[in-house]
């Protein structure tokens, strides 16, 4: 079975500084793993994936994340935050199934940024 | 287009109402979701189709109806609910992770919230 454990439930930061939003994995083989964001009362949107390709991706918004399997870790990381990047963060993995993929969700980090 | 677009936004019920929650897709994706989401938790998965075809049914309660008419459009049909079932509801759809050969990333609606008074 899969699991995902994000280590903070909410992270605090200053518009300027960087931010860093914690992920742990756990699975059987080798994972697909995803950020996503949502703002209040909005749907999920995709931040970036890992596909078992490149370890360090970049995402939208000037995001990215390492995918570590020694540490089974994908920390999520921005060098600058920006007001507009308070939200709720979800670390996500997912299990192939044929036709379809099922999502399994850590319970979500909520990142505040002050002025 | 790479949206997936949900109707209505918001919808109030009473416990004796009948109504569906529309979704629609134009992106050639074979599997489609329903998730709910109360406030500040991860959203759960309710119903997954794979080719018009019903996959995955999380143990939803029957005053839960899913549909899907075609590969483009999912329906969610709603009827006697109560009001602990006021949430937001999420669909969500994806590629064929077979066919791609990996796991696909899934494309969320913007969700309906739903208030059952």
């Known amino acids: 079975a899969q699991s995902v454990t994000q280590l903070d439930s909410h992270v605090s930061v200053s518009e300027g500084t960087p931010v860093l939003l914690r992920c742990n994995y756990s699975?059987?083989?080798?994972?697909?793993l995803f950020w996503y964001v949502q703002h209040p009362n909005k749907g999920l949107q995709l931040l970036l994936k890992?596909?078992?390709?490149?370890?360090l991706v970049k995402g939208i918004n000037g995001f990215e994340a390492e995918f570590k399997k020694s540490e089974t870790s994908f920390h999520l990381t921005k060098p600058s935050a920006h007001m507009s990047d308070a939200a709720e963060y979800f670390c996500?993995?997912?299990?192939?199934?044929?036709?379809?993929?099922?999502?399994?969700f850590g319970k979500g980090t909520m990142l505040l940024v002050s002025p | 287009d790479t949206e997936v677009t949900q109707t209505p936004k918001h919808l109030v019920m009473g416990m004796t109402n009948k109504k569906s929650l529309k979704c629609e897709q134009h992106m050639g994706h074979r599997a489609m979701y329903w998730y709910k989401q109360k406030a500040k938790k991860p959203p759960e998965l309710m119903f997954v189709?794979?080719?018009?075809?019903?996959?995955i049914n999380e143990s939803v309660p029957s005053r839960f109806s899913p549909e899907c008419p075609n590969s483009s459009l999912l329906n969610l049909h709603l009827h006697a609910l109560q009001p602990e079932d006021s949430a937001l509801y999420l669909c969500?759809?994806?590629?064929?992770?077979?066919?791609?050969?990996?796991?696909?990333?899934?494309?969320f609606g913007q969700g309906t919230r739903l208030t059952v008074v």
């Open positions: 699975s059987s083989y080798s994972p697909s």
């Open positions: 189709y794979s080719y018009e075809k019903l996959s």
């Open positions: 969500a759809s994806s590629q064929d992770s077979v066919r791609e050969g990996r796991n696909t990333e899934a494309f």
């Open positions: 996500v993995v997912s299990d192939r199934i044929s036709g379809y993929s099922t999502l399994t």
């Open positions: 890992y596909t078992s390709a490149a370890t």
